[in-house]
């Protein structure tokens, strides 16, 4: 029977069960045994062993305690037990009545339909975390490493649907078949969560209904352009006034409802998951375990969330919409791509030292390569441009890569960089000029673990002061080589990828030529080294930035410094720097003797026999610029006859005549071809006039943007006199 035990003066009664199955599983089940009292709070859990369990619960709840046995997986393990939990456990709840004689209670056989579910199969999951960048107008995908990636199962979606309210089963129903019925209807693109920093991602499209959601990772649903395409088995039973038929045309509607779930955000709070794995992405912002499912049913359905660690605390950077980003059904072993927008996030970069005495010269920031500045050519000017003819503006970022073990273990420990201006800003006309060092300071990244009370060890990104080096002897400027002993890694790639900064941006226009040289640590002194004699071989860049894969070539004499014995000291490059500030005006239209003034009228006589003279400055000193210029039409649009698009300066085109010293442009038209321009004649119009200049220099990353000028717009109006 039952027996009563006495603990801390409360009377309480152990209870045993015999646990059996109906029919026998394909495989072992770790089974445990739960007991809940009338209010759902847990009152006692047990394992259950060789076909047997005991609880121990007080006497006073033993009479009205509910049973559940359910297997003892990942979700019965790490979560809280509540009867929620035993539904999605598919727990089984027998039928028992507590009576004190009895000494063991023979529960009836566990059913199939609900053991089926408790058997697991393994499942692999692989991924990555990236982040989009974009360099010289192309987007590359990054890794993210050290993020956590949160790994959560969904309910299936047979759950959520059986628990589903009436009327928002109808109301599911009727906007599902709206969509099927009118698939050419444009609907806003859901956008996912908010993001925890206050701002949210929204593409800011809008698609057909028919159309795959952006974040879905699901096929393309079948597309249904009406009604009657909806096979007549579906359509009756969507369409039919039963309830109960309604709920399971749903449920076999799968591939109709699930890649349309963005469609429905009032769905969301009727899904839920379980977390199963917390994994971190290692140095290629890859990660890849096995989870274990249900074996039964559809393969696991997957959800991603990530963090990352920001300012000492782990922050959320990744919480998509549950609705448009689940991976139903996810394929095992299929990789999962997780792209991060939050822009505290840095990509990484691990830091591995080439394997010989080798040094690249790679380029400048991360959109423009030696290999895109255009080298000695028999027209000077030329020489330091990029391939696109770019000058270069603000602060240029010098890229490089090295074997720094090997030249260590040969006593190289440091480089600097020096400039010098060789011309005037035209490119030809030469000046006379000494070696400046640039000395801004270069940093490093590099990781260490450090303790964690949540997660035992988390990362840190300490950074070191490479140069320049106070404590080198023998001269200034002295930028210390990585060395072995410390994981660098790339945090910040302004920083990290940086080997020296050219500070540009006030210095007078022209070329300059940049040159580099290594340093040896030899008799308590930094010393030049010679690289003929120490087999240090320079290679350059081949190819464009950004760069997919990078090759390179040996460097011809354009780029090396060599001695009077003609061995070589160091590397250089020639850039074609200009900073100068894009302008351009706006003149009045004038016909004869009237302009058109604060009030913008002009009154021709004849619309046959007058004209407009038509004039605007679009001007840099040596043409490193373009401009639109545009005249429109009251609602008629840009007369294109009269309007420049991305035109160069200081280049005549559009029957304008050009002054290049001052950027005058000028033309005369007839009123007649202003006011009957676009397909609409007119005998009084209005004008509306626009300028922009845009500098063509580049700082390696992007457009010189701030050296654009944008004139004042201007508008006139023709009229007939009287």
Known sequence: MGREIDLNKQKTTLLRFSVE?????????????????????????????????????????????????????????????????????????????????????????????????????RCRVRGQVVKPVIIGGVSVQQPVCDARVHICEVDPWFIWIRKLPDLHLLRLRDELLEIIANPDVVFPDPAPDPLPFGRSISTGLLRRAGELVELNPQPEPPIYRSMTELPMESRLALTSSSLSIVREALLASRQLILPRLCHFPWLMPFLSCDELRVVQTDSNGRFDITILYRCFGDKPDLYFWVEFFIDGVWQTVYHPNMRCATWWNYPCGSQVTISLTDPRVTPCHPITSLPGRDVVLVGIGAGVSVGEIKGELPVLREEGLTTSGQPFASTLELRMDMGWETLGALGITHYRWFFRRVTEGDGTTPVSDVRHLMLREVFRHYKIYVPDPVAGWRPDYPAELMGPDASAPGGEGWIKLLYAGKEWSVRNEHVDMAYAYFESASLPAGKYELTMELGRLSGGSVSIVDWSALSVLPFVAAGPAPFLGMGTVPASDDYLVKDTFGHIVGMRLVVHVDNTRCLGDIREVHVGSESAGPCGFIHYIDKTLSSADISFTAYHPYQFATFDFSVAKGSSGVIDAVSFDDAPVGVAGKGYSNDPSSGLYARTVPVSLLLDANGHICTSAAFAENLSVYSTATDGYQRAVWLDWYAVPKAFALAPLS
């Not at 037990?81 to 566990?110: C, G, H, S």
């Open 21 to 121: 199955f109906d029919g026998k599983p394909e495989g072992p089940i770790s089974l445990a045994i739960y007991a809940f009292d009338r209010g759902g709070r847990l009152l006692a859990v047990a394992p259950v062993n060789d076909g047997g369990a005991e609880l121990s619960v007080l006497s006073t709840q033993a009479r009205t305690a509910h049973i559940f046995i359910a297997s003892q997986g990942e979700e019965a393990g790490e979560a809280e037990a509540t009867l929620e939990l035993m539904n999605r456990l598919y727990a089984y709840e027998p039928v028992w009545a507590f009576d004190p004689k009895t000494q063991v209670y023979k529960l009836l056989p566990i059913p199939a339909d609900l053991w089926k579910w408790w058997l697991r199969c």
